[in-house]
């Protein structure tokens, strides 16, 4: 069993920067690759990006690569999510999921946090 708690999502301008946090909490976090996914309003939720177990392979959806970096720190068992050059369309909820075998499609993943609200005012 993980918890997840999201933290870190405001009301940002577009063009700002934000990082989001996702604390993890039960089970060996080292264990699990984390991924980040986010869902607007009437849209279904999507990949945003995930991070193997030791950091080493990253992955991205086409849409945010270049611009958001995701990291993990397994002492402190988080996650991150650090977002650059934001746009409207950036805006949703955003979550973390932990899963041994987590990919980009969100029925991989067995966790889930509660997510939390990014706002990018044009």
């Known amino acids: 069993q993980v918890q997840l708690a999201e933290s870190g999502g405001v009301l940002v301008q577009a063009g700002g920067s934000l990082r989001l946090s996702c604390a993890a909490s039960g089970d060996t976090f080292s264990r699990y690759t984390m991924g980040w996914f986010r869902q607007a309003p009437g849209k279904e939720r999507e990949f945003v990006a995930r991070?193997?177990?030791?950091?080493?392979?990253?992955y991205y959806a086409d849409s945010v690569k270049g611009r958001f970096t995701i990291s993990r720190d397994n002492a402190k068992h988080t996650v991150y999510l650090q977002m650059n050059s934001l746009k409207p369309e950036d805006a949703a909820v955003y979550y973390c999921?932990?899963?041994?075998w987590g990919t980009g499609v969100t029925g991989t993943y067995a966790y889930w946090g509660q997510g939390t609200q990014v706002t990018v005012s044009s």
């Open positions: 991070i193997s177990w030791t950091g080493g392979r990253l």
């Open positions: 999921a932990a899963d041994r």
